[in-house]
């Protein structure tokens, strides 16, 4: 018999309360001694059916109410918010890069290396094609019940992927009746305005449930330089052009540039999306011992980004230089340009940079359509020994078509510059047949395709003294397809856009498992698990994890988990070709005074699997004098070891610069600073190491004739290297942030049929690393403060009767800026760490029926 604790009733309560509810516990029972039926739950983190919540792993849950409460929009908004999240993942606020994705970046590892589910069941990564992660903004919030985030390792219950840990989305089952929900949004400039819609209907029979729902969601845009805070980002592409880093001035007279073109006014903060969602649930008895289960997803999203106008970037022959052919097109130099100082450069040709404000802003758009099927059969061999089966099939499929509207065609832009001399160097606007003949709609296609079949067994083997043992065993085949069709345009390399080749791959994996859980003592368990991975690509891979919990008294219980862990290279990174990405970097040599640099990217088909170590220790702790207090504290590491990246560029720069061969030979750079091929090739020798501390407390008691409830939640980076380079408690548009201190703070008090909430969300200071130079124009290493900032947002919800609940609330009230960050991403911060839209207002209203 196992003994009830206090201290089991506690975490109980902390977390079964929103399993129950939400219809995650097993429909299979195990019969008691006197006739009862035990319900089995399936935990996050283990393949095992349990009668409790109480393992080894430190999982964070997040149910609907706190959703609610606290106005969230979106899956990634979650998550993000969460103190154990880090780096910069993609979401709303990142305009330059993301196709309109959203990702969740557990420990700042990377978004490949946390692996999300749904149900318990992989979702098929999704974006614009060939993905690497799983888009967010697939999941609605409205079927959402919860949010299960495990802490640790997992590959040895879930294979590749899970080495930062896992996300689960458990969505809404069980449910009987009609809801429909509508929120709206606003901040406090009379922008970005959001909202949704959504609608759930549910209805019980004698033998299942079956529940149905849809939901449509609004974004609006904010502009950049609607924010009195943001900083003019001048570019040196301008829209008057310049030619050899000269300009014309009034008079004539070719000088050197003094001036930039601000593109924050062109730019977004938050990213306009528009989203429709339909989803179904079902549980169905088909006879005494068996049940069907079985779960539907279909979202469409429509998402645009915009940025200024394309700089363009063409090198032009020089007529009468002796390396240019008599016979090819060229520009004449003028007396006034010569006498500006423009030259041909040792290969007879000069530079010609062009901001084409004449054609426009680019305007990236994407129209996704997402969408997977899981059905699942479970049933009893033994209903008096708890021994059960289950099979699974679970389909996914992700298409994409996107577009870049005012993109340039670089070789009609050469040729129309050779033809149209005057018109392209007067510094004025340019007639509308040439912006027709040198822009064109980039236009891409790209998908996902994901096959899931699974089967396992999963019971007790036999009784100890102290209970009986736990087993899950079973197997898996997986199929994972994806492809990207850029532009015809970009494919030749006739774009001022990077030169991009389409990406076409596939892999398969066959996979088997076990899972084995132990009561050593009354108060000693241990959970065991074993997994093999055979691959189509690279091979196998062989994982384990081992996890104890002690029950030390009625209210300390300790645990613990080691685990191996692996991530298989993915579609893109196998078979992704060449791919060119602007990123912000310094140039050493300063040959380059923009602060983006084109950089080829490569893949590789014999890339070998990242291999990783996880360890976990800490302990929960309810205090018996104190009642509905309970708080944990959990110490966390991950090592990456042969890790799949890209090596650091701005570190390759610097070393080339100093003298270093082999920096300058593996990012194919000469040490003159020519950028022209700058390679950043993936390979196996990365690596990362990092480590912290959770901690949380959870405080729910009676005063002043009010129901309290307090919550915090703190995460104290210890370390965070990745390939050598120590990122702890540093900020930086490239990688985000890496913060010593996270913590978020909630208190909320209810009465009958209202209650408030506060919630703050505190961003430790961090170093800000950059690049300055001396009088004499020489590079030297730099660190500036980005200051810490608290978040302040309060919420109200109103029952007003049995069928409507009323809430409203605010975001970041007080306004807080962002923090100033050197080498920011955009707006000189990084909008994926600090807030950049400022005060926002929400309300909302839920009808139920």
């Known amino acids: 018999m196992s003994k009830t604790t206090k201290l089991a009733t506690a975490i109980k309560l902390g977390l079964i309360a929103s399993v129950a509810t939400s219809g995650v516990v097993s429909h299979l029972a195990l019969a008691a001694d006197d006739g009862a039926k035990i319900e089995r739950i399936a935990v996050t983190g283990s393949r095992i059916k349990r009668q409790d919540m109480e393992t080894a792993s430190p999982v964070t849950t997040i149910d609907a109410s706190a959703i609610r409460n606290e106005g969230y929009k979106s899956v990634d908004e979650i998550l993000q918010a969460q103190t154990s ?297 033994d209903i008096n020994t708890g021994m059960n089966w289950d099979v699974s099939y679970t389909y996914g499929n992700n298409k994409a078509e996107t577009s870049v509207a005012n993109s340039i065609n670089a070789t009609n832009m050469s040729q129309s510059i050779y033809d149209n001399q005057a018109e392209w160097f007067s510094g004025d606007p340019l007639s509308q047949s040439i912006v027709n003949d040198i822009s064109y709609l980039e236009q891409t296609e790209g998908g996902n395709e994901q096959h899931v079949l699974s089967a396992g067994l999963n019971g007790e083997l036999f009784e100890l003294s102290a209970g009986a043992v736990g087993f899950a065993i079973g197997a898996e085949y997986r199929h994972e397809s994806g492809y990207y069709d850029p532009d015809p345009v970009v494919i030749a390399g006739d774009s001022t856009a990077a030169q991009q080749d389409p990406t076409d791959g596939s892999y398969s994996v066959i996979s088997v498992f076990q899972e084995v859980s132990v009561p050593f003592t009354d108060k000693l368990t241990g959970e065991f698990a074993l997994r093999f991975d055979d691959y189509s690509t690279f091979g196998n891979a062989s994982t384990w994890k081992i996890g104890l919990t002690y029950v030390a008294t009625d209210d300390l219980m300790l645990r613990t988990v080691a685990a191996t862990g692996f991530r298989a290279p993915n579609v893109s990174e196998l078979y992704g070709g060449n791919t060119g990405s602007y990123d912000y970097l310094d140039d050493p040599w300063g040959n380059e005074q923009d602060p983006q640099i084109l950089v080829n990217y490569t893949s590789d088909p014999d890339l070998q699997p990242e291999k990783s170590e996880s360890y976990t220790a800490g302990l929960v702790y309810s205090p018996s004098y104190i009642d509905g207090m309970s708080l944990t504290l959990d110490y966390w590491r991950f090592k990456v070891e042969d890790a799949i990246t890209r090596l650091d560029a701005q570190s390759g720069l610097n070393s080339c610069f100093a003298g270093d061969v082999d920096a300058c030979d593996t990012f194919n750079i000469t040490q003159a600073g020519n950028l022209e091929n700058f390679t950043n090739p993936l390979t196996n020798v990365g690596s990362q190491d990092t480590s912290g501390i959770d901690f949380n407390l959870s405080y729910n008691f009676e005063a002043l004739g009010l129901e309290w409830k307090v919550n915090n939640d703190t995460t104290y980076l210890l370390n965070f290297e990745q390939d050598g380079e120590d990122y702890t408690g540093t900020v930086d548009g490239n990688f985000g942030a890496y913060a010593t201190v996270r913590n978020n703070f909630s208190v909320q008090a209810a009465l009958g049929d209202w209650s408030v909430m506060y919630f703050n969300r505190y961003i430790g200071e961090m170093d800000d690393e950059y690049t300055d130079y001396d009088a004499n124009g020489n590079p030297f290493a730099a660190v500036a403060t980005s200051d810490s900032v608290l978040y302040h947002n309060v919420s109200g919800t109103y029952h007003l009767n049995e069928m409507v609940t009323l809430s409203a609330g605010v975001k970041n009230f007080t306004d807080e800026l962002p923090s100033a960050v050197s080498n920011g991403s955009d707006g000189g911060t990084v909008p994926e760490v600090f807030d950049t839209i400022g005060r926002q207002y929400y309300a909302g209203v839920s009808m139920k029926f």
């Not at 974004?219 to 609607?226: A, H, L, N, Y």
């Not at 011992?289 to 970037?313: C, E, H, I, N, W």
């Open 85 to 381: 999240m880090a780096g910069a993942a993609v979401g709303s606020s990142t305009n330059n890069g993301s196709d309109g994705v959203a990702q969740v970046d557990l420990r700042g590892m990377g978004a490949s290396r946390t692996l999300v589910l749904l149900n318990g069941r992989r979702m098929v990564n999704s974006g614009s094609g060939a993905d690497s992660a799983v888009d967010l903004n697939t999941i609605p919030v409205a079927m959402i019940a919860r949010v299960e985030i495990l802490k640790d390792g997992a590959s040895a219950v879930y294979g590749s992927d899970a080495i930062a840990g896992v996300v689960n989305i458990i969505t809404k089952k069980d449910f009987e009746g009609v809801q429909i929900d509508v929120t709206g949004g606003i901040t406090d400039k009379d922008d970005g305005e959001n909202g949704e819609i959504s609608a759930l209907y549910g209805v019980n029979t004698d033998s299942g449930n079956y529940t149905i729902g849809a939901a449509y969601s609004k974004r609006k845009g904010v502009i950049q330089s609607d924010r009195d805070w943001t900083e003019p980002g001048y570019s040196s592409f301008i829209p008057t052009g310049s030619l050899g880093g000269q300009v014309m001035d009034s008079s004539g007279n070719w000088v050197a540039r003094s001036t930039g073109y601000d593109y924050t006014q062109d730019s977004w903060y938050q990213t306009p999306s528009e989203r429709y969602s339909l989803f179904a649930n079902t549980t169905q008895e088909l006879g005494d011992d068996v049940v069907f289960t079985g779960d539907v997803l279909y979202t469409k999203r429509k998402s645009s980004q915009q940025m200024a106008a394309q700089p363009a970037d063409v090198m032009l022959n020089v007529c009468g230089d002796p390396n240019i052919s008599a016979t090819a097109s060229c520009i004449t130099l003028d007396q006034a340009m010569v006498a500006g100082g423009i030259a041909a450069d040792s290969t007879g040709r000069v530079n010609y940079r062009r901001r084409t404000t004449d054609a426009g802003p680019r305007i990236y758009s994407q129209d996704t359509d997402t969408y997977r099927v899981s059905a699942g059969l479970e049933g009893s061999l």
